[in-house]
């Protein structure tokens, strides 16, 4: 590895001197504020008359390709993309006498020198190769046909960023030139000894981090041939990024909780993905393969599919209540229905099974954070019955569901009713309410309005019948105790529709709003036909309206039953996250941490062995604790046996207090997850009772 100090022109000067952008590269992605600054920086060079700016380093494998010199660049796209630009822009400028520099031959010497190879065809000529997708946006920019742009690629609109900043005349276009040849950059050449992949990680541990997904891609490509990465980025990555929404790093996240059986942190994406790969006989291409078979489930939950009217509208409903948390689950439902193991009827009905477990939990204002791990540890929960066959899958997960207690539990139908009754709903968030009335919508009916769009576009809005602010004629409809039937009723369901007409309806009466023009008599909405046969609308009416709403929601959000008899007495499965849950008189059989089983006999064991584990990973953390002498989770732990009446050693001599309750132990285990970093539910105990 050779590193040198040198100027930016002098890097890249030279018809015959090009620049690829590896395909394992991230797509370009400096925001306009980026090129702001730089263009402020170089005012600053010309005014403050500076000698040089150094304008960071840029690394790159020097290749040899005949007549040519070739530089892939490892890191450093950003900024000689950005020259790039920024050097098209003025030419473009000059070129169209747009803006006249004082020398005269400088449009051609930057057009020569740092953008084309004159004497190379057409498809050639252009100096920097970017990456697929940006190529393309960057060839559009020579070709100078303004409609033909890629207006939504970054490297469409800092171009015309500079474009434009460049006409203020805040330098001239001969000062700008100057600026940028003062550039100074750390030019680092790898040779072929050297190892992109370490040198790449170490360069981009600090700076613009790259996300998670961008580690990966460069990680899976780096180390193959040119004409492999090529055809690998083309045949895969490329249509992994485009299933997933560009959104890779999400998508491997719930990728690594399905193969590890455990959620993946958001910030040991690129480690865990390593060290997956790493234990894996596959083959680059097996990986890919895999990999886009589940981005392509991934692109379905993302924007739906077309194999069901009932499936792509759920999707859509579930996305718009943004519960990803179900989707490690959902990817292996779909998994199973690409190898003919569930019909489309059958998916169907776990996805709106899976919707009514999350609305009901959201009108019972149930905690979430039980979901990361329960929705990531669901499919294999089911494939436990009955020798881990897919037959009856449906009818298991629905046992599964219904079989969760204390806060995973599916509210039963009594506490739906009586939650929603008391519910404000108007108090939800924009999306919950919304998403409520759109399925009362379009319940049962083939004619749906598209409620969403004409909510988000400001056509539809919320109605209160019963209005914020009372008016004498209302005070005189509601009676005596109209401040509290107001209070009480104002915001919840029964008091709450939609209408293209709220500034009309506005605070007017009952009878008004019912009968005016566009009025609930004359309404297209169909929730408000129900509300037009009534005469008046006082706390009974509200009342009855809520009855009627909430008895329908038994029914749009059903609590399913399961036909399926586990074959004998199952384990109970619980995980550190079920703080509420009562373990007395509950034997634990085994536990799980982190997708490995443990057979035990007793809660002490399971304590010893989860802190044995935690220890090894790593000793500082407890030994910290042993050693502490404050009081809290600290005077647990001890060097000193005799300091406890009872005690276990982890390891090294550090002996934890055992002489405690089965809650207090699990106590412990959650402070010391706390302290290593570690989900709750990465810890799953299967007890039965105690005879």
Known sequence: MEGREGKLIKYIEGSKTRFIIPVYQRNYDWKEKNCEQLFDDLIKIVRGKRRSHFFGSIVSVHEGSGRNTEYVIIDGQQRVTTISLLFLAMYNLIFKGIIKPIDGSLGIQIYEEFLVDKYQTDAERIKLRPVKDDRVAFEKLFDGDVYEYVRESNLTINYQYFYNRIQKNEITIDELYDAICRLEIINITLSGEDNPQLIFE?????????????????????GLPADLQDDYYTKYWNRIEKFTNYDVTSFLRDYLTIKNGE????????????????????????????????????????????????????????NRLEKSVTRPFFLEV???????????????DIFLITESYLFRRIICDMQTNVLNGMFSNLHREIMRYNDSSCENYLEKFKYVLLSKNGRASFPSNREFKKKFMEKQVYNMTPKNKIYILERFENYKTKECKDVYEKYDKGIYSIEHIMPRELTPAWIKDLGDNYREIHETWLHRIGNLTLTAYNSRYSNKTF??????????????????????????WTSTEIEERSK???????????????????????????????????????????????NAEYAVTSWIEMFQKVLQILYIEDRSVITKFATSSYFGIASYFSFNKSDFINSVEIYDGIHVNSCTSTERKLFILRNIFKAYDVYFNDLIFYTNKEK
């Open 202 to 222: 170490s360069l981009n541990s600090t700076g613009l981090a790259l996300s998670e997904g961008d580690k990966i891609r460069n990680f899976i490509l780096m």
């Open 263 to 318: 959620v993946c942190s958001s910030k040991k994406i690129y480690t865990n993905f390593k060290q997956y790969v790493e234990d894996l006989s596959l083959t680059v291409e097996d990986l890919f393969k895999d990999l886009l078979d589940y981005a392509k489930r991934y692109g379905v939950l993302l924007n739906g599919d077309n194999k069901n009217d009932s499936l792509y509208s759920c999707i859509d409903r579930l």
């Open 334 to 348: 779909l998994r199973l229905y690409d190898e003919g193991e569930l019909s489309i009827s059958q998916v169907t």
């Open 511 to 536: 009878k008004e709003k019912k009968t005016m023009e566009n009025g609930f008599e004359d309404s297209g909405i169909r929730m408000n036909n129900y509300i037009a046969k009534n005469e008046k």
């Open 548 to 594: 009627y709403l909430i008895n329908q929601a038994i029914k749009i959000w059903m609590l399913p039953s399961s036909g399926f008899e586990p074959e004998k007495k199952q384990v109970d499965v619980y995980s550190l996250i079920d703080e509420d849950i009562d373990f007395s008189g509950k034997k634990i059989k085994c536990f799980s941490f982190r």
